[in-house]
């Protein structure tokens, strides 16, 4: 198959800079997914290495080779639309066929190994009993399968999805996930897809280019990303409830001994504390020194997602960080409860146990599971520690 790079890419319409000096090494059979919100330049990029674009600057090699001028055609790439784009007055047959047919004299085909080639990919989707109807006549799901097969029929170097599954209902789009996933695999190619679902990427990718206004803010495995994201776009736009962010201070107080904080396992005598909404929390030297090396103030931003809390109904004794709140709203999801709670003005989502029932403006108290607590930098709202 093939490695996709892309050195200092920079593309501008006019006095927009739509991507913005990225930096990307896409490995040989990787499925890598673009995402991000729209205008993030995830789309751009994709049309960049496809070649219907062409960067204003950088370097886009595939396999080693320098791609910038080449003709679409040429790159031995494939690629599917949002919009399926099959040709209405063709048979399924013709449609899967016609990338085969354009070039049947430069790759030296028969009409007996194209229509070998044909019969193989449409049975591997599933749609070999499809392949005399025309494109009026499938399901959504059908045709996305029919736009698969067609770009997969010559077996590219580089397969490009631009949101294939976007507009597919959900119970289809769950199913069609999974199918794209193992078969990428089953056929090894390299496969790059852009979306702006973070579930579907993270559910689909070996590891995921995040951006926002033309940049990558962090490439990496979908665990990277949720557990230690680099900033707080990161952090806030992976995660469904995503990662709750509240403002606290650094502080120096009295020394005593804890076992319970932020880097603390294990008792440790510290003077050090998180001064937050509502609570304090002390915080092991080391961690302390990190901070004094990395951000700009003692203005910080604790990072949590929702499942990092633990809800008591009580108060937990010779709990500091104990944090007592009033319940705002409730969302019963079957699987966990959604509770919206509110500290110092902020709104923050905490998951809770589905069995237990939780009311409007019932006191819970809460503890953070600090081993996966995370901060950021107010100022740079980089990732510190």
């Known amino acids: 198959m093939a490695r996709v790079r892309l050195i200092d890419v920079v593309k501008r319409f006019g006095d927009v800079v739509a991507v913005d000096h990225i930096n ?8 890598f997914a673009l995402l991000g919100p729209s205008g993030s330049g995830k789309t751009t990029t994709l ?24 003709h679409p055609k040429d790159r031995d790439i494939a690629m599917v639309f949002q919009n399926y784009a ?36 449409a049975k591997l989707l599933g749609i070999e009993n499809l392949l005399n109807r025309y494109p009026s006549q499938l399901s959504g799901g059908q045709q996305q399968r029919v736009a698969l097969a ?27 996930r999974v199918e794209l996933k193992k078969l990428q695999k089953k056929l090894g190619i390299t496969a790059i897809y852009v979306t702006h679902d ?63 904080g932020f880097g603390i396992e294990g008792k440790v005598k510290t003077g050090y504390y998180l ?9 092991a030297p080391d961690i302390v020194d990190v901070i004094r090396k990395s951000s700009r103030s003692n203005k910080l931003l604790l990072g949590f997602r929702p499942d990092y809390v633990k809800v008591y109904r009580s108060p937990v004794p010779g709990r500091t960080d104990t944090i007592e709140t009033v319940i705002e709203v409730v969302e019963p999801l079957g699987s966990e409860n959604i509770l919206t709670v509110k500290l110092d003005g902020v709104l923050v989502k905490i998951k809770a146990p589905p069995e237990t029932e939780f009311s409007m403006g019932e006191k819970i108290y809460g503890l953070i599971d600090w081993r996966k607590a995370i901060l950021f930098d107010s100022v740079t709202r980089k990732l510190v520690v």
């Open 24 to 31: 990307l090494d896409i490995r040989d059979g990787e499925f």
């Open 47 to 70: 049309r960049l290495i496809a070649g219907l674009e062409v960067p204003d600057e950088g370097e886009i090699y595939i396999d080693d080779k320098l791609v910038n001028h080449v």
């Open 86 to 121: 099959l040709y209405p007055h063709m048979k399924v047959y013709d449609n899967i066929a016609f990338p085969l047919i354009a070039r049947k004299k430069e790759l030296g085909l028969t009409k007996d190994v194209i229509r070998k080639k044909v019969i193989e990919i």
């Open 150 to 176: 067609r770009a997969l029929v010559r077996r590219p170097k580089v397969w490009l999805l631009d949101e294939p599954l976007s507009n597919l209902d959900a119970k289809l789009r769950l199913a069609m």
């Open 198 to 260: 973070q579930v579907e990427a993270m559910s689909m990718a070996d590891r995921i280019a995040v951006m926002d206004s033309g940049k990558v803010q962090q490439v990496g495995s979908p665990h990277e990303l949720y557990y230690k994201p680099a900033n707080t776009f990161v952090a806030t736009f992976i995660g469904s409830p995503p990662m709750n962010l509240i403002t606290c201070h650094l502080v120096e107080g009295e020394h005593r001994e804890f076992d319970h």
């Open 275 to 283: 001064e937050c909404p509502g609570f304090k929390a002390p915080i």
